[in-house]
């Protein structure tokens, strides 16, 4: 039954051995009942979970499109030093004892301690390493851009998971811009003169174009007004 119990690791990963230890012969009962018949299930490679990282955007950059740099620094398998099946525990990462009490036999199962559950045995490396993140013109604070593959390696059998960057727009920004959904908005105040009789004024675009906003002749600005100027990103 070890091969059968081999083969359910292989196709269910961790969970089919945990049915293990119910003696033979029950065990496929349980199994059906634990996983709702699905033996059919495919599991495909393992994978590790995701890690986010939070990047601030300036409103210029979400405006003109980018490119950021970000060094992170990952944990990698060191492809240097041999990688080899656990030998205490035969790759499963668990190793099972049968325990007799009288006509009882009792199989325990623990993680194994010369592997510590991995399976095998391998060396893990810091490796330093330079992601380029492509900030496109117009995406959005909030919006998540993954590289696939790029969280830690913790094990040869596990795909790693992704790295998955969350642009934020930058707080407390010192533009006189804002940004509401894809329109822009800016504030800037007036004199009393000006509203009255009216103004010319240059606004620098945050791709350092200079805008020529003209009042009107004739419009009187009451206060508040907001003379906003409309651009599409
Ligand atoms: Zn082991």
Do not use: W
Request: include cysteine; glycine fraction near 10%; charge should be neutral.
């Amino acid at each position: 039954s070890d091969d059968q119990k081999r083969a359910r690791y292989d196709k269910f990963g961790e969970e089919g051995v945990d049915q293990d230890g119910m003696g033979p012969g029950n065990a496929e009962d349980i199994f059906d009942m634990v996983f709702g018949g699905g033996r059919g299930r495919s599991s495909g490679p393992r994978k590790g979970e995701d890690i986010t990282h939070v990047l601030e955007v300036p409103l210029s950059q979400f405006y003109n499109g980018a490119t950021r740099k970000l060094a992170i620094n990952r944990v990698v398998i060191d492809h240097s030093a041999p990688i080899t099946t656990c030998n205490a525990c035969d790759g499963q990462g668990v190793t099972v004892k049968t325990v007799r009490m009288g006509p009882m036999v009792q199989q325990m199962q623990s993680t194994c301690p010369q592997c510590h559950g991995q399976g095998k045995t391998f060396k893990t490396k810091k490796s330093k390493e330079i992601i380029e993140i492509h900030i496109e013109k117009g995406m959005k604070s909030g919006q998540k851009i993954p590289f696939r593959g790029m969280a830690d390696e913790s094990n040869p059998d596990i795909e790693p998971g992704d790295l998955i960057i969350i642009l934020k727009q930058k707080e407390n920004e010192d533009t006189a811009f804002t940004r509401k959904g894809n329109d822009l908005f800016v504030r800037k105040p007036i004199t009393l003169v000006e509203a009255l009789t009216g103004y010319t004024t240059v606004i620098t675009h945050l791709d350092g174009r200079k805008l020529i906003v003209r009042s009107k002749p004739g419009d009187i600005i009451k206060p508040i007004d907001l003379t906003s100027e409309k651009h599409y990103l």
